[in-house]
């Protein structure tokens, strides 16, 4: 195996032709640099210079190998740049997870898009996962971050998370119900419903939380379906067949004959955490996250 000073060395004393030289241009001596040059000589087996008291000229086979000794040269700077470039985000790859209500809330894109506009060099991989799946991959170190509803508890060791947003749930209503007409909904005016919510599997703590907001508000819903996600619901909804709730940024992906309604005295919100390892202290996390924390 080469090593890299022996080759800047030769190169330096190449390009001089004069060892004395050389040995300015590298900040050394000119007893130490010409014993590095002659053991280079020597692990190649072959003589590189012809010598002639204060100057050196390269021969036949010290031409030959200076190209390819600036080549290698050349491309172990390739290398350290390129290392540089991944530990702080401007080349490499990154794995990104989420759930759906980031995309719905516009914060992934928003993320993603001021990112990309930053670092254009580096390849994002984005995974649509559950939260729960999230929380162990970043654990497994498969995953680099994530936007995820339920965080880890905060004296966590590994992993830390910070909210991003907070977006209320408002009703949706079929345009041909009654309710559609009624201004100030009251939790009375729910009661006994027919209801469309969201099932996350496998482990589904999503109808639990649903039904103890809605105890906790006055009123029991008769949940008719279940979906696997609010779009999905939504249609549903569309369709006549009940009522829903969502997170307000989904009135602009809805579709027609639904009308929504403010329900301010329902306390459950959709919230959205970032999610990172403890003790990853590369640039570009830290970057990411001052993205999410500014987005517009």
Same mark, same amino acid.
């Given at each position: ?7 800047? #060395? ?5 390009? $001089? ?28 087996? +072959?003589? !590189? ?5 204060q100057r050196v000229h390269l021969n /036949? ?9 600036? =080549? &290698? ?12 470039? &991944?530990? $702080?985000? /401007? ?6 997870? #989420? ?7 516009? +914060? &992934? ?14 390849? @994002? ?17 498969? &995953?680099?971050?994530?936007?995820? #509803? ?11 998370? %910070? !909210? ?12 041909? *119900? ?6 100030? @909904?009251?939790?009375?005016? !729910? *009661? ?19 039904? =103890? ?18 779009? $999905? ?11 829903? %709730? ?34 990853d202290r590369r640039a570009v996390i830290?970057?990411?996250?001052? /993205? ?5």
């Amino acid at each position: 195996m080469f090593d890299l000073r022996q080759l800047r #060395y030769f190169v330096t004393v190449a390009e $001089t032709g004069n060892v004395g030289r050389a040995a300015e241009i590298l900040h050394i001596s000119q007893s130490p640099l010409s014993r590095q040059v002659m053991q280079l000589e020597a692990q190649l087996g +072959v003589a !590189l210079f012809e010598r002639a008291r204060q100057r050196v000229h390269l021969n /036949a086979e010290g031409r030959a190998f200076l190209g390819e000794a600036r =080549a &290698l040269l050349a491309s172990a700077k390739r290398l350290e740049e390129l290392g540089r470039d &991944l530990a $702080t985000g /401007a080349a490499g790859h990154l794995a990104i997870g #989420y759930v759906e209500g980031a995309v719905h809330a516009g +914060v &992934l894109s928003q993320m993603l898009g001021q990112f990309r506009r930053d670092r254009p060099e580096l390849h @994002l991989r984005l995974l649509s996962q559950r939260s729960a799946a999230q929380l162990e991959e970043l654990r497994q170190r498969t &995953l680099d971050l994530g936007l995820v #509803y339920s965080p880890p508890a905060n004296d966590d060791p590994d992993i830390a998370s %910070t !909210l991003v947003q907070r977006e209320p749930l408002v009703l949706a209503i079929p345009q041909g *119900d009654a309710l559609a007409n009624v201004a100030d @909904l009251c939790p009375a005016h !729910l *009661d006994g419903r027919a209801w469309i919510t969201v099932v996350r599997q496998p482990d589904d703590t999503n109808r639990a939380q649903f039904l =103890a907001a809605c105890a906790k508000a006055g009123f029991m819903p008769d949940i008719a379906y279940e979906t696997a996600d609010p779009l $999905t619901s939504l249609g549903l909804v569309s369709a006549g067949l009940g009522l829903a %709730t969502v997170q307000a940024s989904l009135r602009a992906a809805a579709p027609p004959r639904i009308v929504f309604r403010d329900l301010p005295w329902f306390e459950r919100a959709v919230s959205i955490h970032l999610a990172w390892r403890r003790h990853d202290r590369r640039a570009v996390i830290a970057d990411l996250r001052k /993205a999410v924390a500014n987005r517009e």
